[in-house]
């Protein structure tokens, strides 16, 4: 009874957590306030995460950053051997299916670090990372393709498109929950991107 009890308690505490760190991120984020949101006493809470990075790894562990870093730079790979991006969503690619199940399975995880809410742990580094992938594999893809490649899209430009693009996962997976919504979402916003995409980087 005793150790089903604790279970719950630590449940608890990381469902409080979640919220917290969703919500507010990891600078933001108080534990007095994640231990009244569990129910428990601030000493309490100490008993099971000693401190705030521990509380937040146990949130988002450091092997899924560096899983959706690896899925990410996967997908842009693969734009590289296709002809028409526009079908690349989840119904014609493997990377962008492994990627939507990802964001699914791991949605307040993807959602803190895509929306920059790990900015000030040991995580901070993964959105400026996700977008700065991004951002050369995009260059490398125009250097490929194209004789004069900064006459294509300068840099700053590229930049900010994978910034928003950050953004709107962030936003996708705050908006929703359920796996349906979430695919329909994502869905949506790949037909917009890769369409776009295409048109700036693939236009000869």
């Given amino acids: 009874m005793a150790q089903r009890l604790k279970e719950n308690v630590r449940t608890s505490i990381l469902a409080a957590a979640s919220d917290a760190f969703s919500r507010d991120g990891y600078r933001g984020a108080r534990l007095q306030d994640v231990a009244a949101a569990a129910g428990v006493s601030t000493g309490n809470l100490y008993r099971y995460y000693p401190d705030k990075d521990a509380l937040f790894d146990a949130i988002v562990p ?12 996967a997908r842009v790979r693969e734009l590289g051997t296709v002809q028409d991006w526009r079908t690349m969503t989840a119904a014609r690619s493997d990377t962008a299916h492994a990627l939507l199940a990802f964001f699914i399975e791991h949605r307040v995880a993807s959602l803190i670090l895509m929306s920059g809410g790990a900015q000030g742990s040991s995580l901070g580094h993964v959105r400026p990372a996700v977008v700065h992938e991004l951002t050369r594999l995009a260059r490398a893809y125009v250097r490929r393709h194209h004789a004069q490649p900064d006459q294509v899209a300068p840099e700053a430009v590229l930049v900010q498109i994978f910034v928003n693009t950050a953004d709107m996962i962030a936003a ?33």
């Fill in 62 to 73: 450091r092997s899924l950053a560096a899983r959706l870093l690896k899925l990410l730079r």
């Fill in 172 to 204: 996708i997976l705050r908006s929703y929950q359920s796996a349906v919504e979430i695919g329909e979402a994502f869905a949506a916003f790949w037909r917009y991107q890769l369409a776009g995409l295409q048109a700036l980087l693939a236009a000869g």
